[in-house]
């Protein structure tokens, strides 16, 4: 499906009965990374799934993106979709970057937060670095480079090796995605803010889900967040690198069904 917002047509999809949830995709994806997701929770939630602007079948724009601006996004989306209830929101990696600007933002909107394979800090001064080594190589030799660089990085080896449906999803997500937005995506997540002191103040129930064989965003960030955010459970799951949605989806799905139960038990 596809809605006209101000300055961009945003493609997403919206299936599925009972309270919201919206899902945020991380870099340089698209929402059908959350297909495992939309098969198996129909029945359970309204899903909400955008591709933020530039990803998946959403057009891009000129103008630099943020974080906030994704959120922003996604919160027309929701309004314009008549998504009435609280929202349990639940971000993937930079999707969860825009989760927490989200949660800043727009507190009164969210019933609960799903945290998956992502960080609260800003990017170190190297991050900052690897963030411009990879805009330059964009621009120099293309998109498909990039995904050639993370794939590998993306996954378990084991699921490299022996599981191609899933590394076929991930690597056809990550091909929609033209230079340009990753470019945009690269600049916007290095200028993103340190959010870690923001955590203590996250007042709705929290779930944070990690791969255990992560190595783009070390287990470690989740158990820091685990920490800071004062309602989190922390679910770390084996078998499963950074996208732990796709790689390990029967646990993924059964932890996030069980945080819904809570939320909406309350
Ligand atoms: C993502 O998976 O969304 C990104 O790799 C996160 C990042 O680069 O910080």
Redesign the pocket.
Known sequence: MKLELDHFTMAYEDTGVGHPILFIH????GRRIWDPQLRNLLGMARLVVPDLRGHGDSEPTDVPYSMELFADDCMTLCERREVKDPLIVCG??????VSLQLVQKYKEHVAGLVLV???AGA?SDE?KKARDADIALLDSKGASTIVDK?LPR?LTPETLRRRPKVVELAERTMRKTSAQTMAHD?AA?KARPDMREMLATIDVPTLIVHGKEDT??PPKEAEAMGAAIPNATLVLIDGAA?LVNIEQPTAFNEALKKFYQRVWSN
Do not use: E, N
């Open positions: 991380g870099y340089p994806l993937l990696s930079m999707g969860g970057y394979a992502t960080r990017d991050g993370m993306l690269l997540m783009l965003i950074h």
